[in-house]
C-alpha cells in the first residue's frame, strides 16, 4: 500500500504486546487479502451478482426464436352405418417456430433494464467489499489497541505491586504512615481491574477479528502508514459524489426503473410475430391416409382491454421510478454526511495525537521528578501514585486517538468510493465481474453455472 504518516506509540509497543518479531507475523496487508478472499459475506454478493447476470440474457431472449417438437399416437376403433369398423393408429408429428418481430419495445427496455440492475449490483458489490475491508481495518486496529493497553495495565500492575511492597517496608521502620500503605494497595487494586478490563476488550476484539478476517490472530505487524488521502475536505466531498458506490448504484438502480416503466407500457402495444408449422399426420380419419403440412404466416396481436391490470403496472412502475429518483438524492446526502464525519474524526484524532503525545511526554518528566522528590520526603506517596496515574492515562489516551486516526483515515477512503483490493494493492487476485457476465450476456444455451 502507499504509504504516509504513522503512529508512534501503539508502533512501538504493538510487538512487546502481541509476541517477538517473527518473519511469520501478519501484516495488515496480509489481514485484508486474507478477508478478501474468504469472507462469507462477500463471497454471497458475488453468487447474487452472477445470479442477476442472467437477467441479461433472459431479457435478449425476446429476440430469439422458440422452436418446439409436439408428438402423439394412440389406438382407435370407429363403426359406422355408412363405412365398415375401422382400427386406427392415429399419429402425428409437429414442429412450430415463432420468431417474434415486435414487441412494442419491450424486449430493447427489458435489455436496458436488467443490464442497469447488474451494474448497480456491481456497485453494491464494490460497497460490500468496501464495508468488509473496514471492518476488518476496524478489527486489526482494535487487537493492536487492546494488545497494548493490556501491556501497559500489566506493566502498571508490576510496578505498583513493587511500590507496594516498598511501601510496606517503609511502613515498617516508620518512614511512611498506614495511610500511605493504604493508598498503594486501593491503587494497585485499580490497575489490577484495569488490566482486567482490557484483557477481557482484548479477547472481544481478537474474536471479532477471527469473524470477519477468518482466522484468530497471531502477531500482529504494526499497521503500516495510512494510505494517500484526499488533501481536502473539499476534494473528498467531489470524489466522494463521483465515486461512492451506493452513489453509484442508486444511479443505476434509477435508470432500472425508468426502463421498467418503458416495459409495462410496451405490453399495451401491438406484438408481431412470424410463425412457422411443419407437421405430419397418419390415419387421423381414414385408416392408410395421410397427410403432411407446411405453413408460415405473421400473426399480430393489438390487445385492446386487460382488465385494467396492465395499466395498474405502468403507474406502479412510474410510482417506484420516483422513488428511485428520491433515492439517488439521499445517497448523495448521506455519502457527504460520511465523508464529511470521518474528515472531522481524523482531523480531530490527529489533533487529539500532537496533545497526548506532548501529554506523555510531559508526563514522564513529571513522574521522574516526583520520585526524586519523594526520595527527599518533598512528595508523598499519594503524588507519586497520582503522577504515574497520569502518565498511564495518557498513554492508553495516545494508542486509542492512533487507532481512531487509523480507522478514520480508512472510513474517509470508504466514503470516497476508493477502498477497495484493487486500489489497496492487495495481493490477491482480484475479482473480475465482467469476466462471468461477457461469459452469459449472449449464450444460447447450457445449464453449467461456474461456482467463482
Not at 230 to 253: G, H, M, Q, Y
Amino acid at each position: 500500500m502507499a504509504i504516509a504518516g504513522g503512529r508512534a506509540l501503539i508502533c512501538a509497543v504493538a510487538f512487546l504486546a502481541t509476541g517477538q518479531f517473527a518473519a511469520q507475523a501478519e501484516s495488515l496487508g496480509d489481514a485484508l487479502a486474507s478477508t478478501y478472499l474468504s469472507n462469507p459475506r462477500l463471497q454471497s454478493e458475488r453468487v447474487s451478482l452472477r445470479a442477476l447476470d442472467e437477467t441479461v440474457p433472459q431479457a435478449l431472449s425476446g429476440w430469439r426464436p422458440t422452436v418446439s417438437l409436439g408428438a402423439n399416437a394412440g389406438a382407435e376403433r370407429r363403426d359406422s352405418s355408412v363405412i365398415t369398423r375401422q382400427n386406427l393408429n392415429p399419429r402425428s408429428i409437429g414442429l412450430n417456430a415463432t420468431q417474434p418481430l415486435y414487441r412494442g419495445g419491450r424486449t430493447v427496455s427489458s435489455t436496458k433494464r436488467a443490464e442497469s440492475d447488474v451494474a448497480a449490483a456491481r456497485a453494491r458489490l464494490r460497497s460490500v467489499e468496501q464495508d468488509i475491508m473496514l471492518e476488518a481495518v476496524t478489527a486489526y486496529m482494535d487487537v493492536l489497541r487492546d494488545s497494548v493497553r493490556v501491556q501497559l495495565t500489566s506493566n502498571n500492575v508490576r510496578v505498583l505491586e513493587r511500590q507496594l511492597e516498598a511501601s510496606r517496608d517503609r511502613f515498617e521502620v516508620g518512614e511512611v504512615t498506614r495511610t500511605d500503605v493504604a493508598q498503594s494497595v486501593a491503587r494497585l487494586s485499580r490497575a489490577i481491574a484495569d488490566r482486567e478490563a482490557a484483557e477481557g476488550d482484548l479477547a472481544t476484539s481478537r474474536a471479532t477479528f477471527e469473524q470477519v478476517i477468518g482466522h484468530a490472530p497471531g502477531t500482529l505487524e504494526p499497521a503500516p502508514p495510512l494510505p494517500e488521502l484526499p488533501p481536502t475536505l473539499e476534494d473528498a466531498l467531489d470524489v466522494s459524489i463521483k465515486e461512492n458506490p451506493d452513489v453509484v448504484s442508486a444511479r443505476f438502480a434509477a435508470d432500472a426503473a425508468r426502463h421498467d416503466v418503458r416495459v409495462n407500457v410496451g405490453s399495451l402495444l401491438p406484438e408481431l410475430n412470424l410463425v412457422g408449422d411443419l407437421s405430419q399426420a397418419d390415419e387421423q380419419t381414414l385408416e392408410g391416409v395421410s397427410s403432411s403440412t407446411e405453413s408460415i404466416e405473421a400473426q399480430l396481436s393489438v390487445p385492446l382491454y386487460q382488465a385494467g391490470a396492465v395499466a395498474s403496472r405502468v403507474r406502479q412502475a412510474k410510482q417506484t421510478r420516483s422513488q428511485r429518483q428520491v433515492e439517488v438524492e439521499t445517497s448523495h446526502r448521506l455519502t457527504l454526511e460520511a465523508t464529511r464525519q470521518a474528515w472531522e474524526i481524523l482531523r480531530a484524532a490527529r489533533a487529539q495525537i500532537v496533545a497526548l503525545t506532548e501529554e506523555v511526554r510531559a508526563n514522564e518528566i513529571a513522574l521522574e521528578g516526583v520520585r526524586q522528590e519523594a526520595a527527599v520526603g518533598s512528595r508523598t506517596t499519594l503524588d507519586v501514585l497520582n503522577a504515574e496515574q497520569e502518565l498511564l492515562d495518557a498513554r492508553v489516551g495516545l494508542v486509542a486517538a492512533e487507532r481512531d486516526e487509523y480507522v478514520a483515515g480508512f472510513s474517509l477512503l470508504a466514503a470516497v468510493g476508493r477502498l477497495s483490493a484493487k486500489q489497496l494493492q492487495l495481493p490477491v487476485d482480484i475479482y473480475d465481474p465482467e469476466e462471468h457476465f461477457d461469459k452469459t450476456r449472449n449464450r444460447w444455451w447450457g445449464l453449467e453455472a461456474p461456482d467463482n
